[in-house]
Nanobody, 120 residues
């Protein structure tokens, strides 16, 4: 069974840092783009950062200069290093990955979400 498992969320003070991880496991031929989203209650899901299979990255304006996305291809894992955290970064973070599970077919999979709370 293919799944994405996130970890690393928690409670941190404003200005602090957290590192989220998301590992894809199961029978996977290839992992393509990987992304982090976040969604606050009553709001639309927001794309926070993305990284292509070639390593190109993109960020939401709200996190540029503070968050860094990276990946370990050998481990099928994507990371989100979050620095200078603000209270408005508080929400549930989800990872998503485009996986080739069946040869020639690529589908998006989602993790279960991890809570990040920034508060003093």
């Amino acid at each position: 069974q293919v799944q994405l498992v996130e970890s690393g969320g928690g409670l941190v003070q404003p200005g602090g840092s957290l590192r989220l991880s998301c590992a894809a496991s199961g029978s996977i031929f290839r992992v393509y783009g990987m992304r982090w989203y976040r969604q606050a209650p009553g709001k639309q899901r927001e794309l926070v950062a993305g990284i292509s299979s070639g390593g190109s990255t993109a960020y939401a304006d709200s996190v540029k200069g503070r968050f860094t996305i990276s990946r370990d291809t050998a481990k099928n894992t994507v990371y989100l290093q979050m620095n200078s955290l603000k209270p408005e970064d508080t929400t549930v973070y989800y990872c998503s990955a485009d996986l080739e599970v069946v040869r020639g077919r690529v589908h998006s999979y989602w993790g279960q979400g991890t809570q990040v709370t920034v508060s003093s």
